[in-house]
């Protein structure tokens, strides 16, 4: 279980690994890979008025690309980013 709680209007992810192989089939070399632009909400914060972010935990999100700061809590790593960096709900 996660403790840790986003101050503001910020959301805490979980990355999802990027694809290893395409759906052709074809291997792609880790060097060759992208970071990942899609994660799994972990924690939310709240508005400044008190009111719920647009999204909830365990929602599966889009996020614009180099956003956020990334932290590594018990040997797993989280992204912590404004509310206004995610682009879509999965």
């Given at each position: ?19 290893e ?28 008025d008190?009111?719920?972010?647009s ?36």
């Amino acid at each position: 279980m996660l403790n840790l709680k986003p101050l503001g209007e910020r959301v805490i992810l979980k990355v999802t690994a990027p694809e290893e192989v395409t759906a052709s089939g074809i291997i792609i070399p880790s060097t060759a890979q992208e970071a990942g632009n899609k994660g799994t909400v972990v924690a939310v914060g709240q508005k400044t008025d008190g009111s719920a972010l647009s999204v909830k935990v365990n929602d599966e999100v889009l996020f614009t690309k180099h956003a956020g700061v990334g932290v590594k809590i018990q040997n797993e790593a989280y992204l912590i980013l404004d509310e206004s960096d995610l682009l879509a709900v999965l």
